[in-house]
C-alpha cells in the first residue's frame, strides 16, 4: 500500500510531543512491513536550517487562499525508507517555534490548502492519507470538494487519528471563504460547525472514512465524554468507524542494551547498572545522596500532565527522594517548579526545556517515573520507563490503564508500576510512599523491574491493526 502520513510534527526533524513520535515510528514500522510510506509536515526553520542542502526541491505552485496568492515549495528527503516531504513557505514556517502563535489558523490552513495541491500536482495516487490531530483535518473537506477529484481513477481512504481531543482547530466561519476558499454551507450544514465556531478536528471526524485514537480506553472515553472537550457526540455519530489502537514505542531508539548516552544495561543487570547511571547524573546535577530513590519525569509541564500535583508533593517527598524534572510549558508551572528548586536545592533539579540526551539519561537513572496526569489519551513516556526499568507511577486514565499493571501488594509476580484513581495530592502520595517501600525491599524492586522491562510495547501489534484497518477500507 501507498500510505500518506499528514502532521504538524513528526521525528527525528521536529518533536513537542508524542504525536511526533508515534507519526514516525508507526511509519517505520510500516515501511519494514513492506509498505511505501510517505510522511509530510511544514518546513520549520529548525528542519531548513538542518536540511536545506540535503532536501531536493522538487515543486513549486502557487496557494491561492482567497485573496493571497502564496509561494509553496516542495522538499524531498528520504530517511530511514521513509519519503519525507516538506512544505515550504518561509512567511509561515520559518520562526522559532512550531505552534502557539497568533496566525496558526492561518498558518496550517495553508498548510491543508498546500498537501492539498501536492496530491494532484504530485500525481503520488496514496491508497491512504493518514491525517493525525487538527492540522490536517481540513484536507479531506478540501480534497473531496476540489473540482479535479475523479473518483474513479483516485480515491485515496482517510484516516483521522485523534492524539489530543483539547486542541480542535476552532476558527470563526468567515474564515471558511478568507483562508479555504470554501462557501458558509460547510458551516450552515454542520460539516465544520462545533461550538459556534468552525473546527479543523470536526470536518476531519465527518468527513475521514475511519477514525482511530491512540488507546482502547481513551476510545470509551470519547465515547462516553470523559475528557472529549465536547466532541462525545460528534464521535458517537461516527462510532461504526471509531476504534481504539495502542500506541507503541520505538525499540530502537528506546533500548538500555545500546543506548549511546547511557551506560547500558539489560534486564539481568538492570538493578546494579542502574544504580551507576544514578550516581553519574545526580554527580552531574549536584544532588547530594545517591542512597535515595530517584523520582523522575519527563513530561510538557502543564496542568493536564499532572505537574501541579507532582509539585505540591515535592515537599512531603524531598529529603526522602530525590526527584529530577525535565520539561517546559505553562510558565506558572515553571515559575513553581523554579522556586521549589531553591527552596529544596539538595534533592530537587529542575531542567526547563528539552534536552533529548538527558531524558534518556533520567529514564535509565531513575527509580520511578512520575505520570499522575489528568487525562491521557495514550502516553509514552509510561511505555519508555518500563524499556529502562524504571517503575511508572501513573493515575488510572486512558492509556495509561492499558498500558500500566499497578502493584497492590499481591500482585508481584506481573506488577510493572503503580496506579491510583483521584487527581488529588492525597492520591499521588499513596503510590509514592508505597514506592517509598519498595525502593528498600530488594528483591521486590528487583522483580518490578525485572516485569517492567519484560513488557511489550513495540508497534509490531498495533501497526497490523492499523493494516487490517487500512485493507478492510480499500476493499
Known sequence: MKILMVAGEANPFVKTGGLADVCYSLAKSLVKKKHDVSIVIPFYKKIKDQ?????????????????RIQYCGIYKYIYEGITYYFVDNEQYFYRDGIYSFDDDIE????????????????????????LHDWQSGMLPLLFKTDFRVNLSTYNPKFVLTIHNPAF????????????????????????????????FLKAAIVLSD???????????????GDHAYGLDNVIRFRDQDFIGITNGIDYDEFNPSKDKFIKNYNVNNAYEIKKI?????????????????????????????????????IPHISGKANIFILGSGEK??????????????????????????????????????????????????QMIAHRYGTLPIVRRTGGLIDTVNGYDGTNKEFADGLDFNDYALQGLLGPCMSALDIFKKVDLHKKLIVNSMKRVHDWDTSTEKYIKMYKDLLK
Open 51 to 67: 536540511l536545506f542542502n540535503e532536501a531536493k526541491l522538487i515543486k513549486t505552485f502557487p496557494i491561492y487562499m482567497s485573496w
Open 107 to 130: 498558518r496550517f490552513a495553508y498548510f491543508d490548502l498546500a498537501v492539498n495541491e501536492m496530491l494532484f500536482n504530485l500525481d503520488l495516487q496514496y491508497d491512504i492519507v493518514h
Open 168 to 199: 480542535q482547530g476552532k476558527f470563526d466561519p468567515y474564515y471558511l471563504g478568507d483562508f479555504f476558499n470554501l462557501s458558509r454551507e460547510f458551516y450552515d450544514n454542520g460539516t465544520v460547525r462545533f461550538d459556534e465556531c468552525c473546527s
Open 210 to 224: 475511519k477514525i482511530t485514537t491512540v488507546s482502547l480506553t481513551h476510545a470509551k472515553e470519547l465515547l462516553n
Open 277 to 313: 547511571n544514578k550516581i553519574e547524573l545526580l554527580k552531574q546535577f549536584n544532588l547530594k545522596n545517591p542512597n535515595l530513590p530517584l523520582f523522575v519525569v519527563v513530561s510538557r509541564l502543564t496542568f493536564q500532565k499532572g505537574i501541579s500535583l507532582i509539585l505540591d508533593a
Open 332 to 381: 506558572d508551572l515553571e515559575d513553581r517548579a523554579e522556586f521549589l528548586r531553591k527552596c529544596y536545592s539538595e534533592n530537587l533539579a529542575i531542567y526547563l526545556g528539552y534536552n533529548d540526551e538527558l531524558a534518556h539519561k533520567l529514564y535509565a537513572a531513575g527509580d520511578f517515573f512520575l505520570m499522575p496526569s489528568l487525562y491521557e489519551p495514550c502516553g509514552i513516556g
